[in-house]
């Protein structure tokens, strides 16, 4: 396994896909029975005290895959236009 998954935001507004950072891929790696493998949404906190977008759900889809899971969440996010603090993913890496 190597790579960034798929991962759609469901929120009050539709559904928003999230960008790959510009983290580099790893080595890949085989995930052996017991083992976990993860990576990382990074969102903006909503501290503007408004309501903002509120987030439902991730919809998830590990690298060369073709079959999701979705995975409720409960996450405010401030409205902005601004690419600063936008949605973020990171590649996957094997837990140790």
């Known amino acids: 396994m190597a790579g960034f998954p798929g991962v759609d935001l469901k ?6 896909s999230v960008d790959r950072n510009k983290q580099e891929v790893g080595i890949p790696f085989t995930l052996k029975a ?17 309501s903002g977008v509120r987030g439902t759900a991730l919809v998830v889809t ?3 895959e073709t079959h999701h899971v979705t995975v409720p ?7 902005s236009d601004s690419d600063k603090g936008k ?10």
């Open 73 to 79: 969440v409960g996450i405010s996010l401030p409205v």
């Open 34 to 50: 017991g083992k976990r493998a993860t990576a990382n949404v990074v969102y903006p906190i909503n501290n503007t005290g408004g």
């Open 87 to 96: 949605l973020e993913v990171t590649p996957v890496f094997e837990e140790h």
């Open 11 to 16: 929120t009050n507004y539709g559904t928003q």
């Open 62 to 64: 590990p690298p060369n």
